[in-house]
């Protein structure tokens, strides 16, 4: 996860929200009767440079979902707000191991805040798993339980796809400290607007390796 800054929102947005009258905000067909959401989504993907808000997993616009951050289901006046908006990943639809929204579905997050710099907040492992920088053997931080138990980080497949990201870098045979640098800045910057995924994983591990850690 990594901060995400909010662009103005799309102008069909705007012009939707103003024709709704306050009393019938809360209706749980509101965000339904949206009809262009494809603009939406497209816009939201560009903020986030297409990868998963959670997991940045790569994503697009068949592979994606847009995400409440705060549920429709106890925050309606909120369905249409678009600092509420963001997208997510399909988080394994139609398996036995749900990840992302499709686990969190109506819960609340308390320790994520996509407008703050999340990243000084995670650590990231080799081996692919995912906690918070708070937590040690003996404690395990609020931020932590809600990666795991809320949006199930660690679940076996990002787990996989993780190491997998990292193991890939790793086997390459240009080690030195200025190719290091060199990656770290692309995994930063990103490509024709897209961030890697993983980014921040990479650019974390990357950066322990350059300081000898």
């Not at 036995?96 to 686990?103: A, R, S």
Request: overall charge positive.
């Amino acid at each position: 996860m990594k901060k995400i800054t909010k662009g103005q929102e799309p102008i069909s947005l705007t012009a939707y929200r103003s024709s709704i009258p306050i009393a019938d905000m809360k209706k749980e067909t509101i965000y339904e009767d949206y009809k262009e959401n494809a603009i939406l989504r497209k816009q939201l993907l560009e903020e986030q440079g297409y990868v998963c808000c959670y997991c940045m997993s790569r994503i697009s616009e068949r592979t994606s979902k847009i995400e409440h951050f705060l549920p429709q289901s106890d925050f309606r006046e909120k369905q249409i707000d678009y600092s509420n908006l963001f997208v997510a990943c399909k988080g394994g639809e139609g398996t036995k191991e749900h990840y992302c929204d499709t686990q969190k579905a109506n819960q609340l997050l308390n320790s994520i805040d996509f407008s703050t710099d999340m990243t000084k907040k995670i650590k990231y492992f080799k081996n692919g798993r995912v906690s918070s920088l708070e937590s040690s053997k003996e404690k395990e931080s609020s931020l932590t339980k809600e990666m795991n138990e809320v949006l199930n980080l660690n679940c076996k497949i990002l787990v996989k796809n993780r190491k997998q990201t990292y193991d890939d870098f790793k086997n390459q045979k240009k080690w030195s400290k200025a190719y290091i640098q060199q990656a770290i800045a692309s995994y930063k910057s990103g490509v024709n607007g897209k961030a890697s995924p993983f980014s921040e994983m990479m650019v974390y591990l990357l950066t322990k390796k350059l300081r000898g850690k």
